[in-house]
């Protein structure tokens, strides 16, 4: 009772999940930015039938059911519910012929159920990892024909008490399945809130270094970010607490992240030695080891393949019955009806397909795989030059490959990347910075060439490169953009746009805001923001659109926001919300300004000189429009016949 740490629970009722599993990481950031926690407390406040739970790999899904067996045993819980049976689905698979559920219940709890017939009990079941199931899309397709009895054993526990869970994916999917139940309870595992992650350091990390895995935590956005995934916190503190030399950027990327985790655990847990990874990784038996895992990871991923049997171990590693160390990185289950096998985490299935890509694979061959998209910025993370960095261990696995082309590996994965960019799609140019940001790269002769090449594709609208600040940007996201800028500046490049669509800003993304606006073309802001009166602008703006139609703000915010950024454009595109009383003074403002060109649009008008404007603020403009005039008119005439009808 006492073990169980508070977990992040959040309303998903809607998850918006249509991507293949291996996005999750990103979706997940995403959600840490808009979820409102749910206390485990009001989970089972209402009496729901259905609960469906979904989270990424490692989140905490498994560790919230048994908090839930464990609560229900004490009578915390489900009070009314005489029998709980807790099934996994990886151990489901190996009895696809079973064809009842008394049968199935009998394989896994055959010594409590005899001469008991659930049906006539009530009675809960709990289905973990549903997307581990073998027959998944069987099972969240009805329509489809199946010829595997387990199936329909699955399909007939919908008409108990269940409860469902999976990665978001697979539950995404499987609740199209309850379009007729309104007694569906749908959430989402964003592991451990502040309380769990602060709790779990204080609990599992000596006191010496506690402080250094508290700065770990506050200055690397990336493990601030992933702290909440119990896999990822674990890990980190196990590396923080046993390494000799402690260093708060070990986890400055991504890739940086999953190479300390994949390499501690080689050393921890496979070689099992007092051995220091570059001792480790000299032996030319150990990098021959982690190329094969990493093969393994590869095709397996690509084919998005979870569950595996020997037969397809055995296609890529022919003596794999010889390399019992593998069972380190890949589970071994045993059941009645054989064996079968899985990543002991999908995170590091993922992470090693990337280096088996980097490693074995050319740049066409890379990009020409679709599967291998959320892979990118891992791959170009590995070309990491920085000596410092555990990553150059895993950069060279594999002697065969021309050391040349790996010297220009890079270059020419972003110079793709590139070409692949939508100008108006803010996620393809995200995807380009999380990529530039993982490499550590700097402005080369290579990359500038690249990013100027960008410049005359975008022939059609003046070309250049653009960055986002809004609610969907996470802190990792805004740490990418924030590196990119910082070169693209340096390198005296002038920025396209830079875009503002968020009211309340962090430190780093007031710093990004200041650093774009030092060489920009255009800024454009979509709502009041928080910076007013602690900066003021200074470099020139070609052009400045500021669309807060929806936004009733002061005269005094107007001008501590926006005046400053007004003040320096040469064209100004204003929207302003209709009921603004300070019309005069942007009138005024405008004309003391050096813009040489604007528009407002102000009460469904657009004005594009001060002539004008001062003509439509003398013809009362700023107090009411003709529409405006009309509905005055009808409610006085309302309020009269009112007036007439009591009287008579």
Not at 36 to 47: A, Q, V
Not at 194 to 211: A, D, L, Q, R, S
Not at 256 to 277: G, P, S, T, V, W
Not at 416 to 435: G, Q, V
């Amino acid at each position: 009772m006492h073990k169980f740490v508070d977990l992040c629970i959040v309303d998903a009722a809607k998850p918006q999940m249509d991507v293949v599993f291996s996005f999750e990481r990103k979706e997940f950031l995403e959600k840490q930015l808009c979820y409102t926690p749910i206390p485990y407390s009001e989970l089972f406040k209402n009496k729901n039938s259905v609960i469906l739970i979904s989270g990424i790999a490692g989140i905490g899904k498994t560790w919230l059911l048994r908090k839930c067996l464990l609560d229900w045993s004490n009578d915390l819980i489900w009070k009314n519910v005489e029998l709980v049976f807790y099934l996994e689905c990886r151990r489901i698979n190996q009895y696809e012929n079973v064809s009842n559920i008394n049968d199935l219940l009998s394989v896994f709890y055959k010594d409590i159920i005899s001469n008991i017939n659930v049906s006539i009990h009530t009675t809960l079941f709990i289905i973990d990892g549903l997307d581990e199931f073998k027959y998944f899309n069987e099972l969240s397709n009805p329509r489809l024909k199946c010829n595997h009895p387990i199936v329909n054993v699955l399909a007939e526990i919908q008409n108990y008490k269940h409860l469902v869970a999976g990665r978001v994916y697979a539950i995404d999917q499987y609740q199209s399945i309850y379009t007729d139940r309104s007694d569906k309870l749908t959430i989402q595992i964003m592991g451990f809130n502040e309380n769990g992650i602060t709790n779990y350091v204080e609990n599992n990390v000596i006191e010496g270094n506690k402080e250094i895995v508290k700065a770990t935590l506050k200055e690397s956005p990336i493990a601030k970010a992933m702290a909440s995934v119990p896999f990822y916190l674990s890990s980190m503190c196990k590396i923080i607490s046993d390494s000799k030399e402690i260093s708060t950027r070990s986890f400055l990327t991504m890739t940086d992240l999953y190479a300390n985790i994949f390499l501690y655990f080689l050393q921890k847990h496979i070689i099992k030695n007092n051995e220091m990874i570059y001792q480790i990784m000299e032996n030319g038996s150990n990098k021959t080891f982690i190329l094969n895992i990493c093969k393994i990871a590869y095709e397996l991923f690509v084919v998005n393949k979870v569950i595996f049997s020997k037969e397809d171990l055995q296609t890529f590693i022919g003596d794999f019955d010889k390399n019992e160390n593998f069972y380190g990185f890949i589970e071994r289950i045993e059941t009645n009806l054989g064996c079968y096998y899985q990543f002991a985490h999908l995170t590091i299935m993922e992470f090693c397909a990337s280096v088996y890509a980097y490693n074995c694979l050319s740049v066409d061959e890379i990009i020409a795989n679709q599967k291998l998209v959320s892979c990118l910025p891992m791959i170009c993370g590995l070309t990491n030059k920085n000596q410092n960095s555990l990553l150059k261990f895993l950069a060279n696995l594999n002697p065969s490959e021309n050391t040349n082309q790996k010297s220009i590996f890079l270059y020419s994965l972003l110079d793709r990347l590139n070409k692949s960019i939508k100008d108006y799609s803010s996620d393809d140019y995200d995807f380009f910075y999380e990529c530039f940001y993982e490499s550590q790269s700097s402005f080369t002769d290579e990359i500038k060439l690249i990013v100027d090449k960008h410049n005359k594709q975008r022939w059609f609208d003046g070309g250049g490169w653009k960055i986002w600040i809004n609610n969907r940007k996470t802190s990792y996201a805004t740490s990418c953009d924030n590196y990119f800028v910082k070169y693209y500046i340096n390198s005296k490049r002038k920025l396209k746009w830079l875009i503002v669509d968020k009211n309340i800003l962090s430190d780093e993304e007031k710093n990004l805001l200041i650093r774009c606006s030092t060489n920009v073309c255009g800024i454009s802001f979509h709502r009041p923001n928080n910076i007013k009166g602690k900066w003021k602008p200074k470099d020139k703006i070609k052009k400045l659109t500021i669309w807060i139609s929806y936004y009733l703000i002061t005269k005094k915010d107007f001008e501590e926001i926006f005046l400053p950024w007004i003040n320096l454009c040469e064209e100004l595109h204003l929207q302003l919300h209709d009921d603004i009383d300070f019309i005069k003074d942007i009138c005024e403002w405008i004309r003391r300004s050096n813009i040489k060109k604007f528009r407002i649009e102000y009460r469904r008008k657009n004005i594009y000189n001060l002539d004008e404007l001062n003509l439509n603020i003398r013809n009362n403009l700023n107090i009411l429009d003709l529409n405006e005039k009309v509905q005055y008119y009808i409610s006085i005439l309302f309020i009269f016949i009112i007036i007439l009808f009591i009287i008579y």
